[in-house]
């Protein structure tokens, strides 16, 4: 099938915003989700929007969905050494009675002190 | 309140050992997941469970079973593990709505 696609990497200096893009494969997809993963971690959730909101933002996270491009970007405001991280996009496509959760490959974050 | 447990974190299985990674989640979710993450390949789909009692093979099933032994419960068996089954797993489970949730993953090593 096809891939939810993500830029690998990105670098921004300290205090700076972090945008990291997305575009997603299924315009049926309700739920759209942003993972962060630190190394050896987990996958924790940070946000995620449903596919009737344009905009979600939660305290440093803005997350944008346009529809019509299938695109959703997650933007750090203020970025500290903290949030550098793997970050990864991930549609909840329906089927067979449940909910798939498809991923992107991940974003690499680096923030430079 | 500990979300969605894994069980071994870490392992290591000689080529042709069979395993059976364990998950529970207390979350009252009716689906639940299991994924393999390596390097370059995000995470890929194995099998999940909308329900109890019910499972579907994901995008890489091959060399896996599951068993939705009840609610809570998701297991990952590999009869005949080979070198290629080397990854890290996660299990995750997810409601009605929105939410989904990762254990903390179990890094496996096939020599």
């Known amino acids: 099938g096809e891939d939810v696609e993500q830029s690998l990497f990105l670098s921004v200096r300290e205090g700076d915003s972090s945008v990291i893009n997305c575009t997603y494969t299924?315009?049926?997809?309700?739920?759209l989700y942003w993972y962060k993963q630190e190394p050896g971690a987990g996958l924790q959730l940070l946000t995620y929007?449903?596919?009737?909101?344009d905009m979600k933002q939660d305290q440093r996270l803005t997350v944008l969905l346009n529809k019509k491009d299938k695109h959703l970007s997650l933007r750090i405001a203020d970025t500290q050494t903290g949030d550098s991280a793997i970050y990864f996009c991930?549609?909840?496509?329906?089927?067979?009675?449940?909910?798939?959760?498809?991923f992107g490959k991940g974003t690499k974050l680096s923030v430079i002190p | 309140n500990a979300g969605v447990t894994q069980t071994p974190k870490f392992q290591v299985l000689k080529t042709g050992q069979s395993m059976t990674l364990q998950c529970a989640q207390d979350?009252?979710?009716?689906?639940m997941y299991w994924y393999r993450q390596d390097p370059g390949m995000g995470l890929r789909l194995i099998y999940y469970?909308?329900?109890?009692?019910?499972?579907d093979k994901g995008e890489v099933p091959n060399g896996y079973n599951v068993s939705r032994l009840n609610k809570r419960e998701f297991s990952l068996r590999l009869e005949s593990a080979a070198p290629s089954q080397t990854s890290v797993y996660f299990c995750?489970?997810?409601?009605?709505?929105?939410?989904?949730?990762f254990g903390q993953g179990t890094r496996l090593t096939v020599v």
């Open positions: 995750a489970s997810s409601g009605h709505f929105a939410e989904a949730f």
């Open positions: 299924d315009s049926s997809s309700t739920y």
């Open positions: 929007i449903f596919s009737n909101m």
């Open positions: 991930a549609e909840r496509r329906p089927g067979a009675g449940s909910y798939q959760l498809t």
């Open positions: 979350m009252n979710h009716n689906s």
């Open positions: 469970s909308a329900s109890e009692g019910t499972t």
